[in-house]
């Protein structure tokens, strides 16, 4: 009695210290409300493990190893505390105080983390754990009932009717009921849950297309309740300070966590740019457009040779940079669709750098893309969503390869998804146990890469001229992407040769290059440089502002008067591959430079769709010589100069005095 005494005492000084009561008055002040009548009431108690240590060591360890008798310790002293400082006049027995732990931090010891991708689902300590792990498919909220039973005196059968036994109900005169109702009064109210399956990060891994591990992952179940109800979300990473439970569900038993926090993580971002591109930036410093064209002249030389796709190559690492989700879960993307002519190299091309995305994920045609059911396990009746490829992309990339490969209607559902970003689950009600069928949307945060043969290109271009479709792809397909791009190789079979060439070495010597470069990146590079990136935060200057809204204005007076094609706004992302190329460039600053490259990318896809334009562009605009020769990087410079002049002109001709009248167009 001693010990239960001391130990009330000690759970007194850490609300005291901790704002535990403050906390709690705040709360009883909304309980005070004359329309919220409840039979229990709930309380949250943050509790940090650590801090009761330090005020009793006995206490720390009874809220880590025996967390239901420190609840009901935490739910004495808050009763006492509600009667005695006279908080709230609804509650009026103990059992009408519903305590919840919920721990800010676990101490940081290995018997305090759980690793998904080893754990034991044995007879254990069922402590309280941390764990990470992405969140792979989640079930609807449903409401249960929970009980709570009082004291059955004069006092409490003086009932509100709704949520106690009414004092004349028929439950009394059932002679099977009374002799229980003569000493307690079941109280029944309910709650929300939510289950939802947690894995290991490493899983997602074998999305990439990368080689597998010989290990078996496997997913746990974490019930939610309450408050903690919608606090996650698919494909998102998450750590999750739970109590693990033993389910029984007849004839077996199964391994969950019931979550008591969750906070939402990200993935570890590199901090520091690797030496070798810290020493190009210093080395390309004079020029804004030097250092993003060598980073591309190297890049995915395990697929291709220096100087060919080096377009493609500058595009997919755009892409990478500016695929993020920021702070306020606003989502940056650049979708991307490649017309080639070799379309097993550029699949090779575009799986090499799916590598270096946060999450990525390598769809296949036969796969779900975007979300399935099934009945829940659990015995809840709800539908569980299960996330498709591009869910499981969230933050990332998911790559749809060659979209020749899909039938007419999935592709219709892709266009939809990339022309809202959202993806509807349609759940019947008669099969999950519903009144009425429900409609959910889902919101997909990832940047989708695809790529055509380029015989289907003709076809293309003569459903958008015909106003009709011809060819495999439906009509506003295309003008989905935020970026089209056509793989144009100046050489013809000399560049066919040297990637035969390129190819047998790799299959012979893999690893091994043979090529005369003043600048060699590893995979690891490029991993660090593109995360690196990806963190900066930019801003666009005025200049380069004025330039971008000067093409788009421009672009569509000059189309309209002379093809007859508007272009919608949605079709273009100039000012977010601006943003792509000053990350990539490491600067945070968006100049005009960076407003030409993107330009010149988007006149290239507009032309390839709508055709060209009095803007005319050599076939490979953004490499309009060749990098890899000994002043290439000096006569890009003059070109790219010249091709600003011209984008000037253009604007001036076809739209004067842009900066005025943006705002008004």
């Known amino acids: 009695m001693a010990d239960v005494l001391s130990l009330k005492e000690s759970v007194v000084v850490y609300l005291d210290r901790s704002g535990g009561f403050k906390r709690l008055a705040d ?138 036994v009414p004092p004349h109900s028929n439950i009394f005169m059932n002679p099977f009921f009374f002799p229980l109702l003569c000493e307690y009064t079941y109280v029944l109210f309910g709650i929300e849950k939510q289950l939802v399956e947690l894995i290991h990060a490493k899983a997602l891994e074998a999305l990439k297309g990368n080689q597998q591990s010989p290990l078996r992952y496997q997913s746990v179940t974490v019930f939610l309740r309450d408050e903690l109800c919608n606090s996650m979300r698919i494909g998102r990473l998450y750590s999750v300070l739970g109590i693990p439970a033993l389910v029984h569900q007849w004839p077996t038993i199964t391994w969950n966590v019931e979550a008591n926090n969750i906070q939402q993580s990200e993935p570890k971002s590199c901090c520091k740019l690797p030496t ?28 291709a040779p220096p100087g060919l796709y080096n377009t493609v190559k500058l595009i997919l690492l755009l892409s990478l940079a500016q695929t993020k989700t920021n702070a306020n879960d606003t989502f940056q993307y650049l979708d991307l669709l490649v017309v080639t002519n070799d379309p097993l190299i550029l699949d090779r091309l575009m799986a090499h750098s799916l590598r270096l995305a946060c999450h990525g994920v390598r769809h296949q045609a036969s796969g779900e893309m975007f979300a399935s059911l099934s009945r829940d396990e659990h ?228 032309t390839l769709k709508h055709g060209a334009s009095t803007l005319f562009l050599p076939p490979e605009p953004t490499f309009p010589s060749d990098v890899g020769e000994a002043d290439g990087l000096h006569k890009r410079d003059t070109m790219l100069d010249e091709l600003h002049q011209s984008i000037l002109r253009f604007i001036y001709t076809y739209a004067p005095g842009a900066d005025t009248y943006i705002t008004e167009e």
């Open 379 to 606: 015995g809840a009746g709800a539908a569980n969503i299960h996330a498709g490829s591009a869910l499981l992309a969230t933050g990332g990339v998911c790559m749809l390869g060659d979209i020749s490969c899909y039938k007419k209607d999935k592709l219709d559902h892709i266009q939809s998804v990339l022309e809202s970003h959202t993806a509807s689950v349609f759940i019947p009600g008669k099969k999950f146990g519903e009144d009425a069928d429900q409609l959910l949307s889902l919101p997909v945060q990832c940047s989708f890469w695809a790529f055509t043969d380029s015989s289907q290109r003709r076809h293309l271009i003569q459903s958008f001229h015909r106003g009709q479709e011809t060819g495999p792809l439906p009509l506003q397909f295309s003008e989905a992407f935020g970026l089209v791009v056509e793989c144009r190789e100046r050489v013809g079979q000399q560049a066919q040769l040297a990637q035969t060439l390129h190819t047998l070495q790799q299959a012979v010597h893999p690893g091994i290059l043979n090529y005369p470069l003043c600048w060699e990146f590893s995979t690891q590079d490029y991993t660090e440089l593109v995360s690196y990136a990806r963190d900066l935060q930019v801003e666009l200057l005025p200049a380069a502002k004025t330039l971008i809204h000067g093409y788009y204005m421009a672009s569509r007076r000059a189309r309209t008067q002379s093809q007859g094609v508007k272009i919608s706004v949605s079709s273009i992302k100039l000012i977010s591959l601006a943003e792509a190329h000053c990350k990539l460039s490491l600067r945070t600053k968006v100049l005009e430079e960076d407003a030409v490259i993107a330009v010149l990318l988007c006149e290239n896809a507009v």
């Open 27 to 164: 709360d009883c002040k909304h309980l005070n409300d004359p329309q919220r009548t409840e039979a229990v009431y709930k309380f949250c108690i943050r509790v940090n493990p650590s801090d009761l240590m330090e005020i009793d060591p006995l206490l720390g360890d009874l809220v880590l190893h025996n967390p239901l008798k420190a609840t009901c310790l935490f739910q004495t002293v808050c009763f006492l505390a509600i009667k005695t400082l006279s908080l709230t006049e609804k509650i009026d027995t103990e059992s009408q105080v519903n305590v919840t732990l919920n721990f800010t931090h676990l101490p940081p010891f290995p018997e305090y983390m759980l690793d998904l991708s080893r754990f034991p689902r044995v007879y254990g300590p069922m402590r309280p754990v941390c764990m990470e792990g992405f969140v792979i498919a989640m079930t609807r909220v449903t409401k249960y009932t929970q009980g709570a039973r009082f004291l059955c005196t004069s006092f409490i059968l003086k009932c509100f009717y709704g949520f106690r």
């Open 276 to 303: 070798k591109f810290q020493e190009l930036l210093n080395a390309t410093a004079s020029s804004p457009w030097r250092f993003s064209a060598i980073a591309a002249h190297c890049f995915g030389l395990e697929v």
